[in-house]
């Protein structure tokens, strides 16, 4: 396949390095679970499982605005985990509910996850020491760009100028 094709914008991706770098990242973590013989687990579960055991049982509502994710996304997530055998649900308070817990598979780890978010986390300290404009900067720079004016907006104006947009 030829390097760039004029019918191709998908060769153009300012933020794919940063994907790829973040992958590259988890992929890590990754590693670090299976040399610690934790198999089956995402680094994207941790948080939620981490959240759990710090808070105890909660609704797919509630954890999911704990982490900041909507409950769809976090619905699809909670699947997953318990799937893999990290989390169940049980009986909400009234009965009707449902709320999301950690098996005896997760508690058994959790000691360990936090290590690891707390080393991983140390790891970016260091990075960021090493480099002359933290990500972490960049991302609060980003976000005051985006409250003068939306990202939605943005694109909206760049397609009002591109003729193929309908």
């Given amino acids: 396949m030829p390097e760039d ?8 991706g300012l933020w794919r390095p940063l994907r790829l770098l973040q992958a590259s990242m988890d992929a890590d973590i990754a590693r670090i679970y299976a040399e610690a013989r934790i198999d089956g ?3 994207s579960f ?9 808070y105890g049982p909660m609704t797919i509502t509630e954890l999911a ?3 900041g994710r ?11 985990m318990r799937s893999a055998g990290w ?5 909400g308070d009234d009965g009707r509910s449902k709320k999301v817990t950690l098996t005896d598979k997760a508690r058994g780890v959790v000691g360990a996850l936090a290590a690891e978010w707390r080393a991983t986390e140390a ?9 002359p404009y933290p990500l972490s900067r960049a991302v609060a720079d ?25």
């Fill in 46 to 54: 941790v948080m939620e499982l981490l959240r759990l055991h710090a």
């Fill in 5 to 12: 094709h004029p019918l191709d914008p998908t060769r153009q």
């Fill in 65 to 67: 605005e704990s982490v």
């Fill in 70 to 80: 909507t409950h769809s996304a976090l619905s699809q997530k909670v699947a997953a």
């Fill in 41 to 43: 687990l995402k680094p």
């Fill in 123 to 131: 790891a970016l300290a260091d990075i960021e020491a090493e480099i």
């Fill in 142 to 166: 980003i976000e005051r760009a985006l409250e003068r004016r939306s990202f939605r907006d943005r694109i909206a104006e760049k397609l009002a100028e591109d003729p193929a947009w309908v």
């Fill in 87 to 91: 989390v169940k649900t049980i009986a």
